[in-house]
């Protein structure tokens, strides 16, 4: 069962150098979200989307950028790393019923990124 | 706009002992409100959640959580800690609406001491 998987797992990057860090989800989930972890902050929002094709802005969102073209995908992209994008990110998939605030989060292992 | 308050960054307990982890929220409307573990090195996983259905919601590893609307309260409780219960845990509201998000609490690190 592979549920929620995100790729890559750790990465450093230099300050002014992008990537994107992609999730990819095998539950046929609607809703797909983005969390940044960082120590004594909690979860904090950074983009999400409610359907293929659709994205929307979260609590953080400056500096990313994120696409959903396909439903099993949600990618998010650092166009420039600021050393403020160090941190752990989570991506999430959920299907509440009632809808995205409803159900369970399913989440991955995190990818760990490091900007020097 | 809802808002959850987690008391305690921090609690540590011996084994065996009862676990308290406090949580408030604030919300607008009815809210959906939920408890999520975090083990070391790994995502979140669900605790446990209420949806209305019933105040005294059970989840799993022996956990439950008694939602007090009054006290605009969710705590967590377990009778009895076991060392495999450190963890960080997190609890979570969703309000509904055009809010279609949870919002997290900032966690409480649990130590569980031999």
């Known amino acids: 069962n592979a549920g929620v998987t995100q790729t890559p797992k750790f990465r450093v990057l230099k300050t002014g150098q992008s990537m994107t860090l992609l999730c990819a989800q095998d539950?046929?989930?609607?809703?797909m979200y983005w969390y940044r972890q960082d120590p004594g902050m909690g979860l904090r929002l950074i983009h999400y989307?409610?359907?293929?094709?659709?994205?929307a802005k979260g609590e953080v969102p400056d500096g990313y950028n994120v696409s959903r073209l396909k439903k099993q995908n949600f990618l998010l992209g650092l166009e420039s790393a600021a050393p403020s994008q160090t941190s752990v990110y989570f991506c999430?998939?959920?299907?509440?019923?009632?809808?995205?605030?409803?159900?369970?989060?399913?989440f991955g292992e995190g990818s760990r990124l490091t900007v020097l | 706009a809802q808002s959850v308050t987690q008391l305690g960054s921090h609690v540590s307990v011996s084994e065996g002992a009862l676990v308290l982890l406090r949580c408030n929220y604030s919300s607008s409307v009815p809210p959906y409100l939920f408890w999520y573990v975090q083990y070391p090195n790994q995502g979140l996983q669900l605790l446990l959640k209420?949806?209305?259905?019933?105040?005294l919601v059970k989840g799993i590893n022996g956990f439950e959580a008694e939602f007090k609307k009054s006290e605009t309260s969710f705590h967590l409780t377990k009778p009895s800690a076991h060392m495999s219960d450190a963890a960080e845990y997190f609890c979570a509201v969703g309000a509904g609406g055009s809010n279609y998000k949870l919002t997290f609490g900032k966690g409480t690190l649990l130590t569980v001491n031999p």
């Open positions: 999430a998939s959920g299907a509440g019923a009632r809808g995205p605030h409803t159900g369970e989060l399913f």
């Open positions: 209420y949806t209305s259905a019933a105040t």
């Open positions: 989307s409610v359907g293929e094709g659709t994205t």
């Open positions: 539950m046929n989930h609607e809703y």
